[in-house]
């Protein structure tokens, strides 16, 4: 952990060096490339030692498969590849080290390194092996189509403001950011000339950096106050289980979820900042004419504690990730995308059986809450004080739902998860499959799967 602070806090620094003195006008492309590279290198190396080798083979591996393998098949073999590197090392935690957190843990860095190498040769088959016609407009738009260099691949994997924490980013991005285009890509969607001015702006990122890095300290105190003060396994004791009422094991279970939030909060928010002060994450305007850099944003805080729906949450909630299990497996699972989508995110994260309680029963919870609010939410449209009574409503129950799906993702093992659902009468997994036989299930849009540009077409034909 120790390690991991230093290595942000210097790559914070190092970032603000590379955009000022490295900056597009400053250096070339390949020099922007080749320090990102070997920076990322030396702080993989600094905080995993030896297991940073395993960072390097899975990156070189997939090297030769992006420049060996067919395009039609790229995606597929890079995806076996990684994710089955991944697996393997997720497997020596559980085995070898018996649900133990190694000190020099290098499967989070591995895990987005396995994000990247998916996604782009996923970008890579979409570019060069697809008709612009049989791909979405957000496909088209993020298609690669050229192989990278040595360099760019390495670049796009290894960088020091993603290589400790990420997030994932589109390649495509990356590239722009690179050469300069990042900002500018972004600038030229808005029509400068009607908000008076004369050239386009240079927006700065010192203030969303500062932002965020208040964000990060408020997260840390946090931490260090709350998540010590409320251990998720004190709500299996057996002490706590006999003296205390169902509705105030509720509330308690409600406590120690909010309290083992912010140390995400922390690493992710710090993660962004980084990426902020090296100038990359520009996203954009907003409709006040205010600057955004959240390109690279894996929360929204606001967002997920307000949630009141279970899609809002998960929407609002490592939104990068999220963005990843779309573009690789939601959007190209011929069926059952959602159930799939679940799986694989519980394999990506490991193999503790944990991580497969959640994910299961997030998929039944998602499942019942589309065909509550399908069947239901119109009616309490009607009025203003109906919707502000589905709103609270919904958003306690939201909140308690991701509590209890979440609480086995932290206890990890079997026996721990079994006691605390039987402790909590498995009351969401009766109900969910109680809306799944009461309410008539609609069927979803993307149930069928064409290609937006595809079934444009088709419909002029039509016509």
């Not at 922390?266 to 990426?275: R, S, Y």
Request: charged share 15%; proline share 4%.
């Amino acid at each position: 952990q120790i390690n991991f602070v230093a290595c942000q806090l210097f790559a914070l620094l190092a970032a603000f060096w590379f955009r000022i003195y490295l900056g597009p006008s400053h250096a070339s492309s390949a020099v922007r490339h080749a320090f990102a590279t070997l920076f990322g290198i030396y702080f993989a190396v600094f905080c995993f030692g030896w297991y940073s080798i395993h960072l390097f083979v899975l990156v070189m591996m997939n090297y030769g498969i992006m420049n060996m393998a067919s395009i039609p098949n790229i995606h597929r073999y890079s995806f076996v590849v990684a994710m089955g590197y991944l697996t393997l090392c997720h497997i020596s935690r559980i085995y070898i080290f018996h649900y133990g957190i190694l000190t020099t843990d290098f499967s989070g860095p591995l895990m987005i390194i396995t994000q990247k190498i998916t996604t782009l040769a996923c970008q890579l088959h979409d570019g060069i092996g697809r008709q612009a016609e049989e791909l979405t407009a957000e496909q088209n738009r993020l298609a690669v189509k050229t192989r990278p260099s040595l360099l760019e691949y390495l670049s796009y994997l290894l960088n020091f403001m993603s290589i400790i924490a990420g997030p994932c980013s589109n390649y495509k991005d990356y590239i722009a950011f690179i050469e300069g285009r990042h900002v500018h890509m972004k600038l030229l969607e808005v029509n400068w000339k009607q908000k008076g001015y004369d050239r386009l702006p240079d927006p700065s990122p010192t203030g969303a950096v500062m932002y965020k890095l208040f964000i990060t300290l408020v997260s840390l105190i946090l931490f260090l106050t709350l998540t010590k003060n409320f251990p998720m396994a004190y709500i299996i004791d057996n002490e706590f289980l006999d003296k205390t009422p169902f509705l105030s094991r509720l509330g308690y279970l409600y406590v120690v979820t909010q309290a083992a939030k912010p140390k995400y909060y922390f690493a992710w928010t710090l993660a962004d900042a980084v990426n902020n002060a090296a100038g990359y994450g520009f996203s954009g305007v907003d409709e006040r004419g205010a600057f955004r850099w959240d390109l690279l944003s894996n929360l929204n805080i606001w967002n997920i504690e307000t949630a009141t729906s279970f899609k809002m949450y998960i929407e609002n909630w490592n939104i990068q990730t999220a963005a990843w299990l779309k573009r690789v497996c939601y959007d190209r699972a011929p069926w059952y995308p959602t159930a799939l989508t679940f799986i694989l995110s519980a394999l990506w994260h490991g193999i503790y059986p944990g991580y497969y309680f959640t994910f299961l029963t997030g998929i039944l919870i998602t499942l019942a809450a589309r065909a509550i609010r399908n069947n239901c939410r119109h009616y309490f449209l009607l009025s203003v004080p109906l919707k502000i009574a589905y709103d609270v409503v919904t958003w306690v129950v939201t909140q308690l739902a991701v509590c209890y799906t979440v609480a086995p993702f932290v206890m990890l093992a079997v026996e721990p998860t079994i006691k605390f659902y039987k402790s909590m009468y498995f009351h969401m997994h009766v109900l969910s499959i109680l809306v799944l036989l009461m309410l008539p299930i609609r069927p979803q849009a993307h149930s069928i799967r064409k290609p937006q540009n595809q079934a444009m077409q088709n419909s002029v034909k039509s016509k």
